[in-house]
C-alpha cells in the first residue's frame, strides 16, 4: 500500500472516529430515554459508539488492502473490456499502484492461471487476432489496448498463455 492511500486511511479514520463517535453517543441516548426507558445502560451505550466506528475503520481498511486481489472484481473489469474471452481459473498474485507524473494513476496486476500454461486459450487467441484487429502478438504474448477518451482510461491486458500468466494494467490520466 503506497504512502498517499496510508495516509488518507488514517485521516478518514481519525474524522470516523471524530464524528461518530460523539453522534452514535446522542442516538443511543435518545433511543435509550425515548424508547428504551431506561433499559440501556451508559456502559454499554459508550461501548457500542466507540465500537462500531472501529468496526468500521477495520472494514474500510480491509477493503482497500483486499480488494485489489479479488478475482470477481477483476472478472468484472475483463468482461467490460474484452468480452470475447474469459481466462481460466486465476488467482492475482501481485498489484501494484502508483502516481506517475502528477495525478496520473498506474495500476498493474500480476495473474497466475491456477492449471498453468493453457492451450486452448492459445488458439482462442490466435482466432482473435484475426477476427479483431485491436488484438496483437508480439512472440508468444497477446495484448489488447483500450483507450477510454471519454474518462481518459487506458485498459491494457497482456496474456502469456505458454506461461499461465497474465498482466492486466489500468491507466488514468
Do not use: H
Not at 55 to 83: G, H, V
Not at 116 to 144: F, T
Not at 147 to 161: A, H, K, L, Q, Y
Amino acid at each position: 500500500m503506497n504512502i498517499i492511500v496510508l495516509l488518507s486511511l488514517t485521516i478518514s479514520s481519525v474524522l470516523i472516529l471524530l464524528v461518530l463517535v460523539p453522534l452514535l453517543l446522542l442516538v443511543f441516548w435518545a433511543a435509550n430515554r425515548w424508547l428504551l426507558k431506561e433499559r440501556f445502560k451508559l456502559k454499554y451505550r459508550i461501548l457500542l459508539s466507540i465500537c462500531l466506528p472501529f468496526l468500521l475503520i477495520c472494514f474500510i481498511f480491509m477493503y482497500t488492502y483486499y480488494a485489489p486481489y479479488s478475482t470477481s472484481d477483476m472478472n468484472k473489469r475483463l468482461e467490460r473490456i474484452i468480452p470475447e474471452i474469459k481466462l481460466p481459473s486465476y488467482a492475482i498474485t501481485e498489484y501494484s499502484s502508483r502516481y506517475v507524473g502528477g495525478d496520473d494513476l498506474k495500476e498493474t496486476y500480476q495473474i497466475v492461471f491456477k492449471n498453468g500454461k493453457d492451450l486452448a486459450l492459445k488458439r482462442s487467441l490466435d482466432s482473435l487476432i484475426i477476427a479483431n484487429p485491436k488484438w496483437k502478438k508480439y512472440d508468444n504474448e497477446y495484448v489488447y489496448d483500450t483507450i477510454f477518451e471519454g474518462t481518459e482510461v487506458i485498459d491494457s491486458i497482456i496474456i502469456r498463455p505458454l506461461n499461465g500468466t497474465a498482466t492486466f494494467i489500468y491507466y488514468k490520466w
